[in-house]
């Protein structure tokens, strides 16, 4: 009987690095290309308001959300891996980056476009460097309560910053508060002309979708606003509008860092990196699990890299991945990147042809369409689910949002990141610790006994196993859970086992930790053995010539294995 061997090569290494020179050369031209074309026109439709309204956050020119299309809609489409994600500004990057910015205090328009071009300049390469160091598992870092915590309040403190824009009137105060404050004091500055536009195209946010779920709301309440401007002359009414939108690509340059600056801006850059990955990947992923495709994070990485760098060379935002944008491109029938391309071609078109169709676009109207995207992004259904699952993870996604109303952005954003650290901190160190006896009528299964009443402990013999790891930042609980658990036991075991299979390596303080209780039990006639000690782990103990536990007779390959030695020295106890 002779064995086939596969022939087939490995692809290339730079394939990994290069997404579209997979999927495009199986392109299916006669079944895929009107889908994309239709999804490309219809992800234009809905990208283009949600920019400029972008750009409105960010503090910056309308022209600037444009530029970040152009770049992000290409570099997705050729170095990310989902089909139907589509590569944006957000309203968080916006904001986020408004706040950073506002760090150095700019003193005119110009400065502040020069730093913000460095910070999304850091942020592509941070991007681009964590994906090459394969470090895309830093989007489960922050905890779903507390990045939906963190994105509620951003949401909140976006809807304060938006309401006096659909008022008529320019808002301050630097904490959300601060600016609720002054909207309150200075609700005599409205204007009702600007506040009765703002209103209805904010109610035909929601009338609209609900009529049709393909017609681009944003698009069509854009338009609407332009033309009731301009035919009824509303400008003259004080109706603040966007103004003169200049056409024509903007100058290639790299952006002008200084080096006094990055102790400030890098810290602030990662924050927006952390925030735009992980809702980023949610969208992601979310998209393609109803496809059954999959999703390389740090490749995602290395495109959102791209996408920054080359929205920072044009002047532009941060870019990430869009949920709802994502949705409405996948709504349309998307089958593959080549609808961003086409997106990003009509983008191009608009940038140097149609950007004066913007000039009498009402703020109001872009105030609206944010607001519409912020109640959206508020999680209140999910908030309350939290509060029914699990109160401790409530409370800290309640904190986060809570910093950033009260602390701003980026204080709060530091105050996410340090209760996901107390999370991870409190979990690994305490992790629960079990006691386990044989499941009557099985062969060798062991139950923790405080689950499982119906498990029965063995007379004379303590089975021990901590949930997670034995490593430092528990090897002292460790050590005192195992010494009361001995010490309560009426009357004492004369052998422990403990069971190891949940650490897949060690450290030298859980190794002294264990040969110092081997040596403490052993002074009080009590053996001490270990189970399901894995290669690794024992090479090291070995290695280290600190674990004896490790040496023949004393380490088992099951707890089964340990218990049956156990017992054929001590027969007494079977029962």
């Known amino acids: 009987m002779s064995t086939q061997v596969s022939t087939k090569q490995k692809p290339p290494w730079f394939l990994s690095y290069l997404p579209i020179l997979q999927w495009l050369p199986q392109y299916q031209w006669k079944q895929w290309l009107t889908p994309d074309i239709i999804a490309g026109l219809t992800t234009w439709g809905v990208v283009i308001p949600s920019v400029i309204a972008c750009a409105s956050l960010a503090g910056m020119p309308p022209q600037t959300g444009l530029y970040a299309i152009l770049a992000s809609l290409l570099a997705y489409a050729i170095f990310g891996t989902s089909k139907q994600l589509v590569a944006s500004a957000t309203q968080s990057s916006a904001v986020m980056l408004a706040t950073t910015v506002l760090l150095f205090k700019p003193e005119d328009q110009s400065t502040y476009l020069v730093l913000a071009a460095a910070a999304v300049f850091i942020v592509g390469a941070s991007f681009f460097l964590m994906g090459m160091l394969k470090l895309g598992f830093v989007a489960n870092f922050i905890s779903r309560p507390v990045l939906e915590g963190f994105i509620s309040g951003l949401a909140i403190y976006i809807l304060i910053k938006q309401i006096p824009k659909l008022l008529g009137f320019h808002g301050e105060g630097e904490s959300a508060i601060d600016q609720l404050i002054y909207l309150l004091n200075n609700l005599g500055q409205t204007n009702f002309v600007a506040m009765a536009v703002g209103l209805v195209s904010l109610a ?237 009528g099985s062969r060798g299964v062991y139950r923790d006994i405080g689950y499982h009443p119906e498990a029965r402990t063995i007379p004379g013999l303590l089975i021990f196993r901590l949930a997670g790891p034995v490593f430092y930042p528990n090897a002292s609980l460790f050590a005192s859970n195992l010494k009361s658990l001995v010490a309560e036991s009426d009357p004492p075991p004369t052998e422990i086992i403990i069971d190891m299979s949940a650490n897949h390596r060690i450290d030298i303080t859980s190794l002294e930790m264990l040969e110092k209780l081997k040596e403490e039990f052993e002074a009080k006639k009590i053996e001490f053995v270990v189970a399901d000690v894995h290669a690794p782990v024992k090479e090291i103990g070995l290695r280290s010539g600190l674990a004896k536990w490790a040496g023949k007779g004393m380490s088992f390959d099951t707890v089964e294995d340990a218990v049956q030695d156990y017992l054929a020295r001590h027969p007494e106890g079977k029962t």
Not at 293 to 299: G, K, L, R, S
Not at 386 to 397: D, M, N
């Open 204 to 440: 035909l946010f929601f009338v609209i979708p609900r009529i049709s779920a393909r017609v681009p709301a944003g698009l069509v309440i854009l338009a609407l606003g332009i033309i009731v401007t301009t035919v009824f002359g509303l400008a003259a009414y004080g109706m603040p509008i966007v103004g003169e939108v200049p056409a024509g690509l903007p100058s290639f340059s790299l952006p002008q860092l200084n080096p006094d600056d990055l102790a400030t801006m890098v810290p602030a850059a990662l924050g927006i990196v952390l925030v735009i990955f992980s809702e980023s990947l949610g969208a992601a992923k979310a998209i393609a699990s109803r496809h059954g495709d999959e999703i390389n994070p740090d490749q995602e990485m290395v495109a959102f890299g791209f996408a920054n760098m080359g929205s920072s060379v044009l002047g532009g935002l941060p870019t990430g991945g869009s949920l709802s944008q994502s949705a409405a491109n996948d709504g349309a029938g998307a089958k593959t990147p080549l609808a961003l391309v086409v997106a990003a071609a009509v983008s191009l078109i608009t940038v140097l042809w149609l950007t004066p169709l913007f000039t009498n676009l009402p703020s109001t109207v872009l105030a609206a369409l944010i607001m519409y995207a912020m109640i959206h992004s508020i999680k209140v259904r999910e908030m309350v689910n939290f509060f029914k699952i699990q109160r401790v993870e409530f409370f800290l996604g309640m904190a986060a949002l809570l910093g950033v109303l009260f602390l701003d952005v980026l204080p709060g954003l530091l105050l996410a990141v340090i209760l996901c650290l107390l999370i991870i901190i409190y979990a690994s160190s305490r992790p629960h610790i079990s006691v386990l006896g044989l499941v009557p």
